[in-house]
C-alpha cells in the first residue's frame, strides 16, 4: 500500500511560486506514475501534470504548461510541482496521487490508485 502525504501549499500572492511535495510511504515510487491533480469547490479533480514511472516523459494541462514543472526525486521518496506565475485561477486544493505499478502516463483520475489527503493552495490578487 501507498500513504502519500503533500505539503508545500499556502497562501501566495499573484505572479509568486511555491513548491509543493508529496511524499510517499510504504513503497517505492519508483514503479509508479505520479500525477498532480487540483480540485476546486463543487467541481470535479482537474488533472494538472504527471511524471511516468520511469521519468522519460511528463504532461502537462495546457492551463499550466510553461508555468508548472513536475519531477521526481527517487533517493527521497518524493515528487514536486514547482509552481511559478501563479495566478488567482490556481488556488484550489492540490492532490498528489499514483497509479498501479508501471502504469501509464494518463489524465483521467479513474486510472490513480493511490492519492494523499491534498494541500490547499490560494493566490491572492
Known amino acids: 500500500q501507498v500513504m502519500l502525504v503533500e505539503s508545500g501549499g499556502g497562501l501566495v500572492q499573484a505572479g509568486g511560486s511555491l513548491r509543493l511535495s508529496c511524499a510517499a510511504s510504504g513503497r517505492t515510487l519508483s514503479t509508479y506514475t505520479m500525477a498532480w491533480f487540483r480540485q476546486f469547490p463543487g467541481k470535479e479533480r482537474e488533472f494538472v501534470a504527471a511524471?511516468?514511472?520511469?521519468?522519460?516523459?511528463?504532461d502537462y494541462a495546457n492551463s499550466v504548461k510553461g508555468r508548472f514543472t513536475i519531477s521526481r526525486d527517487s533517493a527521497k521518496n518524493t515528487v514536486y510541482l514547482q509552481m511559478n506565475s501563479l495566478n488567482t485561477e490556481d488556488t484550489a486544493v492540490y492532490h498528489c496521487?499514483?497509479?498501479?505499478?508501471?502504469?501509464?502516463?494518463?489524465?483521467?483520475?479513474?486510472?490513480?490508485?493511490?492519492w494523499g489527503q491534498g494541500t490547499q493552495v490560494t493566490v491572492s490578487s
Open positions: 511524471v511516468k514511472w520511469n521519468g522519460d516523459s511528463t
Open positions: 496521487a499514483a497509479t498501479t505499478p508501471w502504469g501509464p502516463l494518463v489524465r483521467n483520475w479513474n486510472n490513480y490508485s493511490h
